[in-house]
């Protein structure tokens, strides 16, 4: 993905080094693209040995694994937009959240920069019901998650890095 026009004044951007970046920047306004990563959250939620993953319903990554999860509305801490992208995603609400990690990754192959805070979470009393863009939910033992359909690069990883951690610690 390369931005072609400015968003200040729609004029062509144009190549323009800055130390070791390759920025793009307008010819008639001198407005930036930084192409900074945006912002997003990703929820951890285990139960029993067994981890809660969600069906991509959309691209980029239709049809495989992911953490349950999404973008940041501007304004809006990591630990709201959590609690908003579950009720969204899966109908139930957040008990306890705990910053775990945070993921570097791309919007599917060549999209976007992506930061995404990943939180340790335990979900409210009440029944899961997946909605929006979510195909699927469903609960997998952590020694049988199937990371070969897990789509995002930074989740897969993260993943693995559970289930090596819970197999140690067992
Ligand atoms: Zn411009």
């Known amino acids: 993905m390369r931005a072609r026009f400015c968003l200040a004044c729609g004029g062509r951007l144009v190549d323009a080094r800055e130390g070791r970046h390759l920025r793009r920047r307008c010819r008639r306004c001198g407005w930036t693209f930084y192409d900074n990563p945006v912002p997003a959250c990703a929820a951890v939620i285990l139960r029993r040995h067994r981890v809660l993953l969600v069906l991509r319903a959309r691209p980029p990554h239709a049809g495989t694994w992911d953490l ?45 920069p992506v930061l995404a805070f990943v939180y340790r979470v335990t979900l409210a009393p009440g029944p899961i019901r997946p909605a929006d863009d979510v195909a699927d939910a469903r609960w997998f033992p952590i020694q049988a998650i199937p990371l070969s359909r897990v789509g995002f690069p930074s989740i897969r990883r993260a993943l693995r890095a559970l289930a090596r951690a819970t197999a140690t610690r067992s």
């Open 68 to 112: 349950p999860g999404g973008f940041l509305e501007a304004g809006e801490h990591p630990m709201v937009g959590l609690k908003r992208e579950l009720r969204e995603e899966l109908g139930v609400g957040l008990g306890r959240a705990r910053l775990t990690g945070v993921v570097v990754d791309r919007y599917g192959r060549g999209g976007f």
